[in-house]
């Protein structure tokens, strides 16, 4: 696994680990079993289901001491027990749909699609000089000791894998075992405990897991599949209830079954966070007749609960655009229907726990759409033209008429689809959208919204104020444009974006993309013949058009700044007023130099009126 992108999730993680749940209440809201009535069960003892070394480590134990019946465990039972746990090997076990619990040999090779819960079995793995390495990477940026690393690797399979909206697992270093729970707004671990004089624990765990149906271990509870017994979702198929359909209204319920292609879901690599799942669907039974025969997508997501859903964003422009610029709705996402359920809706364990709900609680949300394909499947440089100027028209009037900016342009939120042979370009992920965002807001409430590569300059600048114009997205437009002509594969249909620009915007810096005109040549040099024209074409010009905004009256804006913070710091009060009222007459000269119409002349538009043909 990527050791950088791991960094990444474990960064996300920070803050939302809460440690020490009671051991007993972790297992009654997370398993959904009441460990007092397990232990009074005279079938539980049968029922227990663990991989082979615990069944042999409990095997060790009376049946008086698993339930509880005596104060401890005998003296002898312990002794038996650690002579047969120091003899058990580093494992870890994925309980698969089996039902039954399968050692995993690597994590790579490893069908997560099949599993639904892990126990991992662990000593000193690590040599000193190894653990110390890892210690001071890691440490440094989250609230993972390098000791569960492991862990926190097998909770991104479980969760990566999958519609999954939680994940369960059993962590046992040396003689010491942990629950862990975790879920899209963070994780939760039980109170450890010692394994040879708590053995009871384990026992419960395991016949609480056995237990467990599918749903409550964490998939998606509206995706059935042919046999219970195997994932496959070539053949699943899709229920939902109460669902809203394109206006908002109320639907009965939709019914779809994945297309049965090879590739028919995609899961982002996360444990915390949206969690994106995306299946390949068509509409079946009565749900075939509201919404035809075309293929379509399913998006599912664990979205912030305070913010305006996407789908909310999208009908609101759909619904501004039909009222006055219609002809631009085929560029627009085409939603058929939603639906939103929380955590109690879907019955996940936090709901039942007693631990505060996150600042950022998450729902779950549906969408169901056409099926559009990626930038990268675009058939021709004229093809993409077309796109290109279809979703740059719709974006603006989708800004006119409902007030609303995307905030996200990017290359994998430009898609297209071709009807009677002819490209349309569809501008999707409207879940950052939102109004015009004003100078001068509370460092608190200071955003960058969008994503790295793509960003406005201007908001890495030091005297940016959390502001989000029009011609920030205009400037995001122009740096897909150079970035798909620089690396984008016609033969392969893949793109790969240059080295030093993706470096730079990991960095929080935007020199290269201030500077296009000038690396153009360099960026340009691996670039397909029809691509590397269109830049000589269109990025030029449109470097023309950003040049004062994001070269030479940047400069000169930081400039000001500097001297602006000086007078600050040296209470020179005239000059800092000078230096404040100066850049804000730079700043608001800068948003009349770039504007719809100029752009649209640099793509070859030359009639911006938004007329219908």
Not at 104 to 122: P, S
Not at 411 to 420: F, G, P, T, V
Request: aromatic residues 10%; negative net charge; contains cysteine.
């Amino acid at each position: 696994m990527d050791f950088c992108h791991m960094q990444r999730v474990l960064r996300g993680l920070d803050h939302r680990i809460t440690r020490n749940y009671p051991i007993q209440s972790f297992i009654r809201d997370v398993w959904g079993e009441e460990p007092t009535s397990i232990q009074l069960s005279p079938e539980a003892k049968s029922k227990c289901v663990l991989p082979k070394p615990l069944r042999k480590l409990l095997s060790c134990y009376n049946e008086r001491t698993l339930r509880r019946t005596v104060a401890r465990p005998l003296d002898e039972e312990r002794d038996a027990a650690e002579l047969v746990w120091q003899e058990t090997p580093p494992a870890t076990y994925g309980y698969s749909v089996q039902p039954a619990w399968e050692e995993v040999a690597a994590l790579d090779e490893t069908d997560w699609l099949q599993m639904q819960a892990f126990i991992e079995i662990t000593g000193h793995l690590h040599s000193k000089e190894a653990d110390v390495d890892m210690k001071t990477v890691v440490e440094e940026d989250c609230l993972i000791p390098h000791a569960e690393m492991k862990t926190a690797e097998l909770l991104l399979a479980l969760m990566s894998s999958n519609v999954r909206s939680y994940t369960t697992g059993i962590a046992i270093r040396d003689f010491v075992a942990t629950f862990w729970y975790a879920d899209r707004m963070g994780v939760v671990t039980s109170k450890a405990f010692h394994i040879l004089h708590e053995p009871y624990h384990l026992w419960i765990a395991g016949v609480a897991m056995a237990k467990a149906r599918t749903t409550p271990m964490g998939w998606c509870p509206l995706i059935t599949f042919t046999s219970a017994r195997h994932v496959d979702f070539r053949q699943a198929r899709l229920n939902a209830d109460h669902v809203q359909d394109a206006q908002g209204l109320r639907l009965d319920g939709v019914t779809l079954k994945s297309t049965g292609d090879e590739i028919t879901l995609r899961t982002a690599m996360d444990i915390v966070g949206r969690g994106t799942a995306v299946l390949q669907v068509v509409a079946t039974g009565k749900t075939k007749l509201e919404f035809g025969s075309d293929p379509l997508v399913v998006k599912m997501i664990w979205a912030t609960q305070h913010n305006h859903s996407e789908e909310t964003i999208v009908r609101s422009v759909r619904r501004s655009l039909k009222h006055s610029k219609k002809q631009y709705l085929p560029f627009i996402t085409d939603l058929k229907c939603s639906m939103e359920l929380s955590m109690e809706d879907l019955d996940l364990p936090r709901a039942h726990m007693s631990i505060p709900i996150p600042a950022d609680e998450r729902v779950f949300r549906m969408q169901i759409m056409p099926h559009y394909l990626p930038l990268v499947t675009v058939e021709s440089v004229a093809d993409f033209r077309t796109i290109f100027q279809d979703v740059v028209e719709a974006h603006y009037w989708a800004f006119k008429t409902s007030g609303i900016l995307h905030r996200d342009i990017c290359i994998n939120n430009i898609m297209l689809y071709y009807r009677d042979g002819k490209p349309y370009g569809v501008l999707t992920g409207w879940h950052l959208a939102g109004g015009v965002i004003p100078r001068g807001q509370p460092p608190s409430a200071r955003r960058r919204f969008g994503s790295k590569p793509f960003i406005s300059a201007d908001a890495y600048a030091q005297w940016w104020t959390g502001e989000h114009l029009y011609r920030f997205d205009l400037e995001s437009f122009y740096y897909v444009l150079a970035a798909f002509c620089a690396g984008f594969d016609p033969d392969r249909h893949t793109i790969r974006l240059p080295e030093k620009w993706l470096e730079e915007s990991k960095n929080g810096k935007a020199d290269v993309r201030r500077n296009l005109l000038k690396y153009l040549e360099g960026l340009l040099q691996y670039a397909a013949p029809d691509y590397h024209a269109l830049a000589w074409e269109w990025v030029r010009a449109l470097g023309q058009l950003f040049h004062k905004t994001i070269r030479s009256k940047y400069a000169e804006l930081n400039s000001m700044h500097a001297i602006h913070m000086d007078a600050v710091k040296n209470g020179d009060t005239a000059l800092a007023q000078e230096t404040s009222s100066l850049m804000e007459q730079y700043l608001e000269d800068r948003d009349k130099e770039v504007t719809y119409e100029r752009f649209l002349r640099c793509i070859s538009i030359d009639d911006p009126s938004g007329n219908p043909d």
